[in-house]
T-cell receptor, first 113, second 110 residues
Framework: DAGVTQSPTHLIKTRGQHVTLRCSPI?????VSWYQQVLGQGPQFIFQYYEKEERGRGNFPDRFSARQFPNYSSELNVNALLLGDSALYLC????????????FGPGTRLTVT | SQQGEEDPQALSIQEGENATMNCSYKTSINNLQWYRQNSGRGLVHLILIRSNEREKHSGRLRVTLDTSKKSSSLLITASRAADTASYFCATENTGNQFYFGTGTSLTVIP
């Protein structure tokens, strides 16, 4: 079975633009979570979605939004990009919304110039 | 701020030695997990320990959890050069939020 996939692998955007990142979970997994990892730090939780509904939200501004589709894939949208949004964005899937190990994708590296 | 704090921040050991890293957290949790990350890419799940468990083993890994002290430790026995990576603890709190610690960078010298 394929693992968690994310696209694109890497992208460069300009301040003020918006970006959409995509994630496909492992087949059979219904929960998707998004994390932001700034260089040298641990991942910071952004959102968790389960069965297309938001189940958890971290301390991120409203510029960050996400959604989950009927096939359980997910998109993370970031509007009005700031230089500080430059980071590795990680997607993780799990079977359920809690108490299960998460399986991470390779990440999307976003650079904002 | 992040929930977890790992200690030490960095650790260098000789191949064959044991490596111990610790994690402290702040609030009540459902479970605690340890992950490994190579070169800033995706994280690999190592082991999950639930809040009602005190110790768990998986191969060369041993994890302990002390909920009264809000702390956990990861022991890697008989380390190998391939164990060189960053290790993170992650907690899931009762509000369905996940928090990662700051990480321990482990270097195993052949």
């Amino acid at each position: 079975d394929a693992g968690v996939t994310q696209s694109p692998t890497h992208l460069i955007k300009t301040r003020g633009q918006h970006v959409t990142l995509r994630c496909s979970p492992i087949s059979g997994h219904k929960s998707v979570s998004w994390y932001q990892q700034v260089l040298g730090q641990g991942p910071q939780f952004i959102f968790q979605y389960y069965e297309k509904e938001e189940r958890g939200r971290g301390n991120f501004p409203d510029r960050f939004s996400a959604r989950q589709f009927p096939n359980y894939s997910s998109e993370l949208n970031v509007n009005a990009l700031l230089l500080g949004d430059s980071a590795l964005y990680l997607c993780a899937s799990s079977e359920d919304s809690h108490s299960y190990e998460q399986y991470f994708g390779p990440g999307t590296r976003l650079t904002v110039t | 701020s992040q929930q977890g704090e790992e200690d030490p921040q960095a650790l260098s050991i000789q191949e064959g030695e044991n490596a111990t890293m610790n994690c402290s957290y702040k609030t009540s949790i459902n479970n605690l997990q340890w992950y490994r990350q190579n070169s800033g890419r995706g994280l690999v799940h190592l082991i999950l320990i639930r809040s009602n468990e005190r110790e768990k083993h998986s191969g060369r890994l041993r994890v302990t959890l002390d909920t009264s002290k809000k702390s956990s430790s990861l022991l890697i026995t008989a380390s190998r050069a391939a164990d060189t990576a960053s290790y993170f603890c992650a907690t899931e709190n009762t509000g369905n939020q996940f928090y990662f610690g700051t990480g321990t960078s482990l270097t195993v010298i052949p």
